[in-house]
């Protein structure tokens, strides 16, 4: 590989961590506004640990989707 190409490559790289990053911070963003409007709905947010295991194992499986696309 040659250092013009390595240097496209490490560019391309930087465009799409730099594009991954906002995303996932608007689609952040986004899920605490609802979670914010549902709480202030159901007068505060109570979230069990059954929930919560819940949550985390499907963030996970959403990760393993995104890695698997790559591939």
């Known amino acids: 590989m040659t250092d013009n190409e390595l240097a496209t490559t490490n560019n391309q790289n930087s465009k799409i961590l730099a594009l991954g990053t906002i ?3 608007l ?3 986004g899920a605490a506004y609802l979670i914010l409007q549902n709480a ?3 007068e505060g947010l109570q979230i ?3 929930e919560g295991v819940k949550l ?3 963030i ?3 990760f393993k ?3 698997n696309l790559g591939s």
Do not use: N, R, W
Request: charged letters at 15%; glycine letters at 24%.
């Open 23 to 25: 995303i996932g911070a």
């Open 27 to 29: 689609v952040g963003l």
């Open 40 to 42: 202030d709905e159901e």
């Open 48 to 50: 069990g640990a059954g």
């Open 56 to 58: 985390g194992i499907s």
């Open 60 to 62: 996970f499986s959403f």
């Open 65 to 67: 989707q995104i890695t």
